[in-house]
């Protein structure tokens, strides 16, 4: 059975950092494009950041880019989100998502880890 499980979230005061962490189970994980979303109350769910299957290419969210880094190890079969100076508007659930590089029909969400950024 395939699993995806993220960790790593809690509360943080502004201009703090936060590393989340997301393993998958039951895929071939070098087969699969990687990425973070996440969804604050009243809002849409957004994409923050993706890595492709080879790590070789990343993308970020305007609003996170030189503060989010995204990055992934095969051999522990996980992927990271490294936030750096977290802002009140970054406060959401961040959820990880695995997608198969042959079609995004076959996708994998996590259940989400609570991300609060207050004083």
């Known amino acids: 059975q395939v699993q995806v499980v993220e960790s790593g979230g809690g509360l943080v005061q502004p201009g703090g950092s936060l590393r989340l962490s997301c393993e998958a189970s039951?895929?071939?994980?070098?087969?699969?494009?990687m990425s973070w979303h996440r969804q604050a109350p009243g809002k849409e769910r957004e994409l923050v950041a993706s890595?492709?299957?080879?790590?070789?290419?990343?993308n970020y969210a305007d609003s996170v880019k030189g503060r989010f880094t995204i990055s992934r190890d095969d051999s522990k079969r996980a992927v990271y989100l490294q936030m750096n100076m977290l802002k009140t508007e970054d406060t959401a659930v961040y959820y990880c998502?695995?997608?198969?590089?042959?079609?995004?029909?076959?996708?994998?969400w996590g259940q989400g880890t609570q991300v609060t950024v207050s004083s």
């Open positions: 998502n695995a997608r198969w590089r042959f079609s995004s029909t076959r996708q994998y």
């Open positions: 039951g895929l071939d994980f070098n087969n699969y494009g």
């Open positions: 890595i492709t299957r080879t790590g070789g290419s990343t």
